[in-house]
């Protein structure tokens, strides 16, 4: 079967963890690069990296590439790639394009460029062309250039793949879930192990958790955008998404839980996981995570704590995070707990000190994974004390 060229990309900080799931799903020659990695693959390969990717936000197909000195250019290398090859004049189309370290002065008008050969390259060859979708198209096309080449792609997922098709309902700064799926993976944490996060929101932890459990592949209940592809085959995805759907397994015990404070976050995950049909899996309370009691002797806990950009939140946190700190030591000896945020003072008001640290991005917004390990009597900072004399 023939091998074709793609880039996955996925948020910063979790590309090995990318590699693996696209090693996993049958590709070859994983190059990682910061926000992604390229990879080349046969078309199942590329249907599995959509399919069961938990860190991947988008996978591309390489349609054409070239150097580039003006606009002009990246409009010729677009009009000699056959696009009627790939999809029809009915499907409706979105140009997105991005750059790094380009000499061209405006973005936009290459991306018009680009829609306007693809549109030219219809009409030349079959007298019509397709309509611009720029909220819910049939096909998308990635353009990205830099200083001297452009790529073309073609977009094999349609909606990010983080959008699993559960989560209906959110509460205020949601994590995306490939994020919280890469984050989970980081900790160690697999099925069979507890895993509480106290401070759930709408439960995209749980979410992702729960799937893992009872062996639900991320894209199981969602459509791509390689199935509205001229070159897509029916028999070739219907035989993959069997065998992932055949994997899928009952939950047994369960040793995955969440609470919140907020007994409308706990109402938002409880739907997002009836939703899913994976309530099973998880058991769910409404609790303050500082008077949290741990579900088990021994597991792992992670939550994403509020942090706040404005003067007024960051002064209220300033006071929550040492009563944290004091109920994690309380109730959590004999966990790992990991707390996810952007606030580096997070470590210093906690009074705990962090086993490891791992830079991730949210979004644009720089982060840390802080690993906590509760024994207890061991993690809390020393406080000066007077010398006797």
Not at 38 to 59: K, M, Q
Not at 74 to 96: G, K
Not at 139 to 158: E, K
Not at 227 to 238: E, G, K, T, V
Request: with cysteine.
């Amino acid at each position: 079967m023939p091998v074709e060229d793609f880039f996955a990309s996925c948020p910063r900080g979790l590309e090995s963890l990318l590699v693996d799931d696209l090693l996993h799903a049958g590709a070859r020659e994983c190059r990682a690069i910061p926000g992604g990695a390229h990879f080349v693959g046969d078309w199942p390969a590329c249907y599995r990296a959509n399919l069961e990717s938990r860190i991947a936000t988008r996978v591309l197909w390489r349609v054409a590439q070239g150097a580039y000195a003006t606009e002009e250019d990246i409009y010729r290398l677009a009009l000699d790639t056959p696009w009627p090859r790939w999809f029809a004049a009915e499907q409706t189309l979105r140009v997105d394009l991005d750059a790094k370290n380009s000499p061209l002065r405006s973005l936009d008008f290459v991306t018009l460029r680009i829609k306007d050969a693809v549109c030219d390259r219809f009409r030349r060859e079959l007298g019509v062309r397709p309509s611009v979708d720029t909220r819910s198209p049939d096909v998308r096309v990635q353009a990205f250039i830099d200083r001297h080449g452009c790529t073309l792609y073609l977009d094999t997922s349609g909606a990010p793949l983080y959008q699993r098709g559960y989560r209906q309902k959110t509460v205020d700064a949601p994590l995306k879930e490939n994020l919280a799926a890469g984050i989970l993976r980081l900790t160690g944490w697999e099925p069979g192990i507890a895993l509480l996060d106290p401070m759930c929101g709408s439960g995209t932890f749980l979410l992702e958790a729960a799937q893992m459990v009872l062996g639900v592949a991320p894209g199981a209940r969602r459509s791509f955008a390689f199935q509205r592809l001229r070159n897509f085959s029916s028999a070739s995805w219907q035989q993959i998404l069997d065998r992932a759907r055949s994997a899928e397994r009952s939950a047994g015990e369960v040793r995955v839980f969440g609470s919140d404070a907020s007994p409308v976050a706990v109402r938002a995950a409880l739907a997002n996981l009836d939703r899913g049909r994976l309530l099973s899996a998880v058991q769910l309370r409404t609790a303050d995570v500082r008077e949290a009691e741990a579900p088990a002797p021994t597991g792992i806990l992670v939550a994403n704590p509020p942090y706040g950009e404005r003067a007024a939140d960051r002064d209220e946190l300033a006071s929550f995070y040492p009563a944290l700190g004091s109920a994690l030591k309380r109730h959590f000896a004999g966990w790992r707990c990991y707390l996810f945020s952007a606030d580096t003072r997070l470590p210093g008001l906690l009074r705990l000190t962090p086993a490891r640290k791992t830079p991730l991005f949210n979004g644009a917004l720089d982060c840390r994974l802080y690993e906590f390990r509760m024994v207890a009597g061991s993690n809390r900072r020393p406080t000066a004390t007077a010398n006797p004399g």
